[in-house]
């Protein structure tokens, strides 16, 4: 249906419906998931399973968090990439002056 939709026109009647039936089915299929969560949750309360219980509520209300890594270069400049991160370390670890 995603397909069908991508390869259609914007202007087109049946671009609009296809946008409609997607949408309503995506969010037919969030909910869906979003029971099997809850059923996961309260199934895991009857059985004692506290630690399962709160990793999933942390899992439904906590918001995603990525990991941002960034270090100031020589310049002043930020240094986000991971090997560009490791060489910097590398790099003032070999130096004398910050050797004890």
């Given at each position: 249906?995603?397909?069908?939709?991508?390869?259609?026109?914007?202007?087109?009647?049946?671009?609009k419906?296809?946008?409609?039936?997607?949408?309503?089915?995506?969010?037919?299929?969030?909910?869906?998931?979003?029971?099997?969560?809850?059923?996961?949750?309260?199934?895991?309360?009857?059985?004692?399973?506290?630690?399962?219980?709160?990793?999933?509520?942390?899992?439904?209300?906590?918001?995603?968090?990525?990991?941002?890594?960034?270090?100031?270069?020589?310049?002043?400049?930020?240094?986000?990439?991971?090997?560009?991160?490791?060489?910097?370390?590398?790099?003032?670890?070999?130096?004398?002056?910050?050797?004890h």
């Amino acid at each position: 249906m995603i397909e069908e939709k991508r390869n259609c026109l914007r202007n087109e009647p049946k671009y609009k419906e296809l946008k409609r039936q997607v949408r309503a089915k995506l969010r037919q299929d969030r909910i869906d998931h979003l029971k099997g969560i809850c059923e996961e949750i309260e199934e895991n309360g009857k059985k004692n399973k506290s630690k399962d219980l709160f990793q999933k509520v942390d899992r439904l209300t906590k918001k995603a968090c990525p990991k941002v890594k960034v270090i100031s270069d020589q310049n002043g400049g930020a240094l986000t990439e991971n090997a560009d991160i490791i060489e910097k370390v590398a790099r003032v670890l070999r130096d004398p002056v910050h050797q004890h």
